[in-house]
């Protein structure tokens, strides 16, 4: 199993080559790298030569001993763009389909593309299914050609009534598991974020999500702790997540995609360059201990 970084952030700060050797050196041997400058106009990532620019990256980064193995497509899309027919046709589908195309390119298998889920979910949920249909089966011949599956991750929402977390899309096992299953394409797969499991209160463990993902679901994470609060995006036993169950659940299920972190660049990114590595190296530590877990609990399972 790989252990991966979101190294984006990093990255930013000290170049993809260093930030690379930075990981590799803490134990990191894949990373996530999020794409969401799409979603501006002045992207390197829409010039006519954006097949050498993400070419570039993929060179730098392998040039400092890790590789990628997965993306984040853009989400950040207004209301109006998702919701107006001719935007989404114009803006957002070529978008997140150049994403695809790019995470080929940098050489990552899974790209995680977030359901649309901007809508208050409560009364809708019905809606939201239908729309999300639509929405992935528009994206399942970009995953095709360029070789791409698309991870569809859970989400939670704000009430902003009441101030707390909601229920949203792929927010239960039930519906989770319907939306892989009715797409049924070996291109569409799940990315568990196991922090937003626990935002709304519906009584399922993290574990529960595995377990009724199962093996051939499951391809993909998003590793983070909270205090089921907030999305604080923590690096695991920071908050309040029962790590103990999880790797227990994953190596039981005989998770086979990488465990990879989507943890707030704190500890790295706003951190004197005198501790960065020191930063890293600790983030790695965490993970390899939880990939021992999930290894140990893989063995006794089989």
Known sequence: M????????????????????????AGFSACDYALNT????????RSENYREVAENIRR?????????????????????????????EEKVIPTIGR??????????????????????????EEEMFLRNMDFYRRLIPYAKEYGVKIAI??????????GCCSLDTCGTTHEFIRYIDTLDSEYIVA??????????????TVADFIYALGHDRLKALHIHDNDYKSDAH??????????????????EIN?????????????????????????VDFMGAVGKELVRQIEVNRQKKL
């Not at 994403?99 to 809708?124: C, D, F, M, Q, S």
């Not at 991750?153 to 009441?162: G, H």
């Not at 990315?191 to 399922?204: A, I, K, M, Q, R």
Request: hydrophobic residues 40%; proline residues 5%.
């Open 99 to 124: 994403a695809i195309e790019i995470t080929a390119l940098l050489g990552a298998t899974v790209a995680v593309v977030h359901p649309i889920h901007h809508p208050e979910y409560k009364g809708r």
């Open 38 to 45: 799409l979603e501006k106009e002045d992207t390197p990532f």
């Open 255 to 279: 998770y086979d995609g990488d465990f990879t972190y989507e943890v707030k660049n704190y500890l790295y990114a706003n951190i004197c360059d005198e501790l960065a590595q020191v930063s």
């Open 2 to 25: 790989k252990l991966s970084i979101n190294i984006y952030r990093l990255a930013e700060k000290y170049g993809n080559t260093r930030a690379a050797l930075m990981s590799s050196k």
């Open 153 to 162: 991750e859970n989400m939670w929402q704000l009430d902003k009534l009441r």
């Open 234 to 251: 923590l690096l695991p036993y920071m908050g309040k997540l029962n790590w103990a169950d999880i790797t227990r659940a994953l190596g």
């Open 191 to 204: 990315c568990l974020d196991v922090g937003h499991v626990g935002l709304p209160n519906t009584n399922e």
């Open 60 to 88: 730098e980064i392998e040039e400092g001993g890790i590789v990628i193995t997965q993306t984040h497509a853009p989400f950040r899309f207004s209301a109006k763009t998702w919701d107006t027919p001719s935007l989404f």
